[in-house]
Structures are given as structure tokens and as C-alpha cells.
């Protein structure tokens, strides 16, 4: 991978953007459930570090490829190669994305679609399936973001100028009545008269038909809506898992989420019709939809027609309670073997969703704590006791002060830390989320969607305020949906539910990017003494405190020696250091 210049907005200025092989976005990967998927990474990028998350793939026995940068594994330098290997277990619409600094900003990202096992059937039949990447685009570069979001005063990065579909956009273009059926999707162009023109993606099918569309959204703010015109959807899947079917006329995601839904075609088609993303959760402002075309096949060669119709519009940004009985609509298939929550937990955790300032810089914080990871990834650093790689002396708060006031911002600062929460292995454990009031404005706080990396969770509820103990008699326990991304609405709390029974260490974090920058993630670890230590790549391990433990190994099989325990780290590389000084 590597940077390469591109305007996929068709904005006058090309500007860079992390390509896989050339392309932007990554190449999709396709497999079957039980496929070995083995993918080598090549660091191309002259002047960072660089990992790749495989998200929605639980990684289990293996969960050094999970792909976070000092949590699963060290980032991979410039001009070092790293091969991931492991297994996708289970079929559903997936995608992949850097998760070092703010890549996935900068356009790293591909998608990853699991299909059936030979011989199995999936509980819905469509004629064809069609993959749509969602994410959103800024002019600015995400090197000045990052600038903008960490400095002293803080600036915002603002909105994004425009929404992708596979990676195009349409950036203040003016439409040709036309477009040829062998329409590039990946660049706008300019006619002979200067005219600018931004082509669409293209969806052809057929009359009467049924098709699956595969939607997965790696937008780095914005939560979506998408929209079919003149169509319903008729939705089956989300994350992986598969749902009892509704019918839609337009489909809520927020970032880190996919879904499949059933696109049944008309019989007699009377035009083209618009396909189109907008902003929800957020007001929009100059942001420009996403759009596509869907045409119906024209056996006469007839070139596809610009729609005279306006795209749907998004719903009202500010609608959440539209939003949220989308979200409750989303329950497991009945009859299909879902699996069920246990009955009771053995924990709970409530998370408070809070901006904050640390000495002035703006930050946000969970709990009151601010994430900051350390230099030597969590699982070298538990696996082989290295006590002193993180803050292993506290336990992170369990909960939040009961007199603390949601709807206010915040009276105190936050404090940087990066304790791990550890939990029992194959307990079960209760999250409950808890919005509460950005900085310097009343009865105001955002939508979060958050991401758990090595699991799915039951959506166990939603609900309205602070969390109470009672809320928990009206939990979903019979057909709650399995998930690995949740929103949190604003001013309220999302309940969930999951088993620890994934050996490793695995972040827990709210997926909008500049919010994860500044600090708002968690960190579990669960069974990671029964991870094989021989199994363990050693360049997942070579940075940090445990690039002394690869160090101190080569010495001692170079020696035979066999009584090396953690504690001689240290030693052993300042007599290593002292060797290098005197020889």
C-alpha cells in the first residue's frame, strides 16, 4: 500500500489517498465460511507505520491478525512486510480499514464478503448480489486533520464535502443528460467545452428479479441514509448475522455497520432511477449526497438516461426518534438457530460517552479517562507479564459518579490512561453505554457507533436519559440481534450483552475516527494465558518492551539457556546496549 493522488469527488484538486495495488478503494476480497485467508502486507508508505483491521472477523486463535496498531500487534514500518492469516468463520458482509493514526480517513479501506459454505444455503434467494462501500471525503488532507484535532486551541475538521459509493462521488458536478453503458465509475472527466462530468456508479439488472445488495459503511463521521427511488428494501442481514426481514423505504447505517437487503426489481420499469446516501445524525451542511443509478437492461445498446427526477432526500437529520425505531426493528431471524443470550450476567460495565479538556486540549474520554496506548502492544505485554508496558496498577472505573448530570457538559477535566479491563474468562458481561453533553453547550451530545473488535454482542436496548437498574426488566433477552457495531443515540444509552470466551486483547471504541483519535476506546483482554506463546508471529511482537522479549529469546537459544523470566528484560537489553557501546 501506498499514497497516490486521486479525486474521487471530483474536486479540481486531486489529493492523496491510501491505495492497495494500485486501486482506491482496496480490492475486494471474497471467500467461503472456513476459508483460510492469508493477505501480505507490503508498507509502502515512506513515513508511517500502518495496520490493517479486519472488521467484523472474530479472529478467533489468532488474535495477533486482528489488526490494531498496540493492542493485537506493532504497527508494520515503512518497507516492512506482514503476512495476516486466519480463518473467516461465519458468511456475511464485511469490509477491512487501517486502524493506525487516521488511515481510514485517508482512504484505506476494501471491502470483504464471506459466502456460504459449498453446499449450504443462505435463507433468502436473490438472482445476483451487488457490493456498495459507503464512507465520506474531506478536501483536507488527513495529516491536517489530525493537526486541526490535537492542537491547542481545538478546530474542528467540519463536515465532510462529500459522500462515496466504492469510492466515487460527485463534488459540485454539473450532469450530462447521458451516460454510456461503459462508464468509468472511478474518475470524473471533462467534455471537450470544459464541462465537468461526475459519472455515477451503475447498477444494471433486470425485470422482475430479486438481488441482494451488500451494504457496508467505513465512514470515518457521518452516519447514513440510503435510498432507492421508486424501491423498497427489504432488509435480511446486519453485521454478519442474520435478522427476521422488514421492509424499508430507506436504510439507516452508521459507521462501522453493514447490512444486506433484498432489492426486488419492477416488471415493467417506466425510467432509470436514483440510488442516493445523505448525512443523518449531524446537520449536513455543504455536504454534497452520494449517488447512483439503478437502470434496467436495455437489449437496443440505449445509453443510460441522467434521471429528470430529484434524488430522495435524506430524513431530517435531527430525527432520532425515527432513527432509533429503525434500530429496534433489527431483531434475529426466528427459526434459524440464533443463538441467545445467557439469562443473567456475570459483570457489568457502564461506559460514560464524554468530551473533555486535559490541560486545555480538547479530548474525549470515557469514564473520565482519556485511551492513550502505549508503545508495546497490550497482548506481548500481558501474555508474557510485563507489568510496566501499560498502567496494569489501576483498574479503569467501572461506572460513573450517580450525581453526575448528563445533560450539562462536564465540570472537570479528564485524565489520560490506557488500563486494560480484564475480565474472567467465558463470563458474561453487560456494557452499558451512557450518552452525555458535549463540551460548552446544553442538553447536547452525538451519536456514537460503537465497535467491538473479537466479538459479537446482543443488542439487549435502548433507552431515553440515564440508565437505571429497572431498565434492565425490559431488556431483550428472547430474539435480540448479534452485532459487532451499536449506535448510541444522543442524550440516551445502548445495552448490550457478550461472552468473553475470545482469548486475546481487543479494542472496544467508538467508531467515528476523530473521536477514537482523541481518546474515545476501552481496552478488553480476556484468556490470554491460554494463547500459544509459539504461535505468535515475532514481528507482531518487535517493537516496544516486547522487542526486547524477541531480543532476550535469540540470545538465550543462541546460548541454551533456559532461566530467562520477564523480570530480566531490561537488564538484558541494557547489556545488550552496553555490548553494542564497547565493541
Not at 464471506?114 to 433468502?124: N, T, Y
Not at 526486547?548 to 541494557?574: E, K, M, V, W
Request: charge should be negative; aromatic fraction near 12%; proline fraction near 7%.
Amino acid at each position: 500500500m501506498e499514497y497516490m493522488f486521486a479525486s474521487p469527488d471530483c474536486n479540481a484538486v486531486e489529493g492523496l489517498v491510501i491505495g492497495i495495488n494500485g486501486t482506491f478503494p482496496g480490492p475486494t476480497i471474497r471467500a467461503k465460511a472456513g476459508d483460510r485467508v492469508v493477505v501480505t502486507v507490503i508498507n509502502k508508505l515512506h513515513t508511517e507505520g500502518v495496520v490493517i483491521h479486519w472488521h467484523g472477523i472474530q479472529m478467533r486463535g489468532t488474535p495477533w491478525a486482528d489488526g490494531t496498531a498496540s493492542i493485537s500487534q506493532c504497527a508494520i514500518n515503512p518497507g516492512e512486510t506482514f503476512v495476516y492469516n486466519f480463518t473467516v468463520d461465519r458468511p456475511g458482509t464485511y469490509f477491512y480499514h487501517g486502524h493506525y493514526g487516521m488511515q481510514r480517513s485517508a482512504g484505506l479501506y476494501g471491502s470483504l464478503i464471506v459466502d456460504v459454505k459449498d453446499g449450504e444455503k443462505e435463507p433468502f434467494n436473490y438472482e445476483q448480489d451487488f457490493n456498495f462501500l459507503l464512507s465520506d471525503w474531506w478536501h483536507r488532507s488527513v495529516h491536517e486533520q489530525a493537526v486541526l484535532l490535537s492542537g491547542k486551541p481545538f478546530h474542528w475538521i467540519g463536515e465532510p464535502q462529500t459522500l462515496l459509493i466504492n469510492g466515487t462521488g460527485q463534488y459540485d458536478c454539473t450532469w450530462k443528460t447521458e451516460l454510456t453503458d461503459n462508464t468509468s465509475l472511478n474518475h470524473c472527466e471533462t467534455s471537450k467545452d470544459g464541462e465537468r462530468f461526475c459519472k455515477p456508479l451503475i447498477l444494471h439488472v433486470k425485470p422482475n428479479k430479486v438481488y441482494r445488495l451488500r451494504i457496508a459503511s467505513t465512514t470515518a463521521l457521518a452516519s447514513l441514509n440510503l435510498a432507492i427511488e421508486g424501491h423498497k428494501m427489504e432488509v435480511v442481514e446486519a453485521d454478519g448475522s442474520y435478522v427476521e426481514p422488514f421492509t424499508v423505504d430507506n436504510l439507516d447505517i452508521h459507521s462501522g455497520e453493514s447490512y444486506s437487503v433484498l432489492l426486488r426489481t419492477m416488471g415493467l420499469p417506466s425510467n432509470d432511477y436514483w440510488i442516493s446516501i445523505g448525512v443523518i445524525g449531524r446537520d449536513p451542511s455543504n455536504t454534497f449526497l452520494g449517488q447512483a443509478i439503478l437502470t434496467y437492461f436495455r437489449p437496443t445498446h440505449k445509453p443510460v438516461q441522467i434521471p429528470t427526477t430529484k434524488p430522495p432526500q435524506t430524513p431530517d437529520w435531527k430525527d432520532h426518534n425515527r432513527s432509533l425505531e429503525f434500530a429496534k426493528k433489527i431483531v434475529a431471524k426466528k427459526n434459524y438457530n440464533s443463538p441467545k443470550p445467557p439469562k443473567i450476567s456475570d459483570r457489568r460495565i457502564i461506559l460514560l460517552n464524554t468530551q473533555n479538556y486535559i490541560d486545555g486540549f480538547t479530548k474525549w474520554a470515557i469514564n473520565n479517562i482519556s485511551l492513550t496506548l502505549p508503545p508495546t502492544p497490550y497482548l506481548g505485554a500481558i501474555k508474557y507479564g510485563l507489568n510496566d508496558a501499560f498502567d496494569s496498577k489501576n483498574k479503569p472505573p467501572e461506572n460513573y459518579d450517580p450525581n453526575y448530570n448528563i445533560s450539562n457538559p462536564p465540570l472537570t477535566d479528564a485524565t489520560f490512561g490506557n488500563a486494560v479491563y480484564d475480565f474472567e474468562f467465558n463470563t458474561t458481561i453487560d456494557v452499558i453505554l451512557q450518552n452525555a453533553n458535549v463540551l460548552n453547550k446544553i442538553n447536547t451530545s452525538e451519536i456514537h457507533p460503537w465497535h467491538l473488535h473479537g466479538h459479537d454482542f446482543w443488542v439487549l436496548g435502548y433507552g431515553e436519559g440515564k440508565f437505571r437498574d429497572e431498565d434492565e426488566e425490559n431488556f431483550n433477552l428472547e430474539n435480540p440481534p448479534l452485532k459487532n457495531t451499536v449506535v448510541l443515540f444522543p442524550n440516551g444509552w445502548t445495552a448490550l450483552r457478550f461472552v468473553a470466551d475470545n482469548p486475546g486483547v481487543w479494542a472496544f471504541h467508538c467508531h467515528i475516527e476523530p473521536h477514537l483519535h482523541l481518546g474515545m476506546g476501552v481496552i478488553f483482554a480476556e484468556g490470554v494465558d491460554r494463547i500459544d506463546e509459539n504461535e505468535i508471529p515475532k514481528e507482531a511482537l518487535a517493537c516496544g518492551l516486547t522487542a526486547t522479549l524477541n531480543l532476550q529469546t535469540a540470545a538465550r537459544l543462541n546460548s541454551g539457556a533456559h532461566d530467562f523470566t520477564p523480570n530480566h528484560y531490561l537488564l538484558y537489553a541494557i547489556g545488550f546496549l552496553l555490548y553494542l557501546s564497547f565493541s
